[in-house]
């Protein structure tokens, strides 16, 4: 074991990376992306990581051995991920539906899953090992749609890892396929919900027109160089449970008090966030909260969807205001941006997307925040239970890196269920976030603006 403070350093070996094919032969067609997946903020590839206990009774058997069976079978039904994505006129996406397969690594590494610690939360160590890049497989077009990497660990547990080109599907998408694996891996026969491809849901309507504001695809010029650099930059998680949700309601006016713990909690990064890049006072920064929006039309998008369906919208505020008005400024503008999205809202970004050429979101000044807590990560089951993590395996991921945060269910060390958020900043930068966040989680009850620098730090240093 290393000792405290020491990074756990460990040595995976990997079998040659191989091709898993359907089961059986699945049809040969073109199969279009909807104008909601085909936008260029979405092609990129998305790490997952599933962190697997010891189960005595499946002792005899080979994590990686029942994964690879059971991938071959699911593929059956999924065969769009067997395939590979072209490009169209006018840049239109569309999965070859060739039957290749997906990338499948199986691997063993000299450590046991008590050796990462009590708290299982992003960074992990040595990720890179446990989620092989493959050479030449990371591209968007002619690569494989799916990598996986089952590791097995000393302790007889296994780290199951993934890699998803974006465009395919969004993370209930993502989770529903991962569970028809598991029950494939436990010996079902099909997957309890059937996927639907339909993506012509969300097709662009013709002709196109955009009848909604979209303020997260604003072209905004770059002045103050402030993409954040990727060199020096510090990766930390920062757990947020009954106690520290509590704390940062005490600045929740009583005209708010109806907003949820995903709401409060964006509007305290974004505040805290925005002090620690300490950005020109005048300048605009963005908030970006992903909404999933399946619910949202009439009829809802069919279970078993397993495309993007959701958006991006934006909430814009000067730097100014963030840090020296009350939370409730920052909590207003997500909660509005949050309630614009509606069925015309997600037609009219399909629209856009064939207007404006597919445009990636604005990522100057912006900082991009997704709740998967209730996407269903943990409970993924391959036939050893419910996984120690899943989740997301870092922040920071997309076009641009260091941009993005999920909020992740977690359970501590006391056994508090709460939110895990990785955060990505500049070394300098993450210490005065931490400062701010611990001076909000610290205030008595009477003050609506934090001030003393005290209390705990919630990362894992």
Known sequence: MAPI????????????????????????????????????????????????????????????????????????????FAGRLKEGPARKLMVDCTGEGVLFIEAEADVTLKQFGDALQPPFPCLEELLYDVPGSGG???????????????????????????????????VQFMTALGEMAQGASKPSILPVWQRELLFAQD???VTCTHH?????????????????????????????????????????????????????????????????????????CIVNARSKFNPPLPVGYYGNGFAFPVAI??????????????????????????????????????IEGRPHF???????????????????????????????AKGGVGAIPGVASFYIPFTNNKGESGIVVPICLPNASMDTFVKELNNMLAKDNNDQMPRDNSLHVLSRL
């Open 5 to 80: 403070g020491t990074p756990l350093t460990f040595t995976v070996r990997r079998r040659a990376p191989e091709l898993i094919a359907p089961a059986k032969p699945t049809p040969q067609e073109l199969k279009p992306l909807s104008d909601i997946d085909d936008q260029e903020g979405l092609r990129f590839q998305i790490p997952v990581i599933q962190f697997y206990r010891h189960d005595p009774k499946m002792k005899n058997k080979n994590p990686a051995s029942v994964i690879r069976e059971a991938l071959a079978k699911v593929l059956v039904y999924y065969y769009p």
């Open 317 to 354: 505020s000067t730097a100014k205001d963030l840090a020296t008005k009350p939370l409730a400024h920052a909590l207003e503008l997500v909660m509005k941006a949050k309630s614009d999205v509606n069925e015309e809202y997600m037609r009219s970004i399909a629209d856009l997307m064939v």
């Open 207 to 209: 002709p196109p027109r």
């Open 216 to 288: 997260e695809y604003d072209k905004v010029e770059d002045t103050k160089g402030t993409i954040i650099p990727l060199d020096d930059m510090a990766h930390k998680s920062f757990f947020f449970g009954p106690t520290e949700v509590s704390a940062l309601r005490r600045f929740v006016p009583p005209y708010l008090k109806n907003c949820s713990t995903f709401e409060v909690l964006t509007a305290c990064l974004w505040r805290c966030r925005t002090i620690a890049l300490q950005p020109d006072p005048e300048e605009e920064m963005r908030i970006i």
């Open 362 to 392: 604005t990522v100057v000044r912006s900082y991009l925040v997704s709740d998967v807590t209730r996407a269903g990560f943990d409970v993924v089951d391959f036939g050893w239970g419910k996984a120690a993590y899943g989740g997301p």
């Open 140 to 174: 968007v077009l002619d690569s494989p749609l799916l990598l996986i990497q089952v590791t097995k660990l000393l302790c007889g547990g296994f780290i199951f890892a993934l890699r998803l080109n974006h465009t395919m599907s969004d993370a209930p998408g993502l």
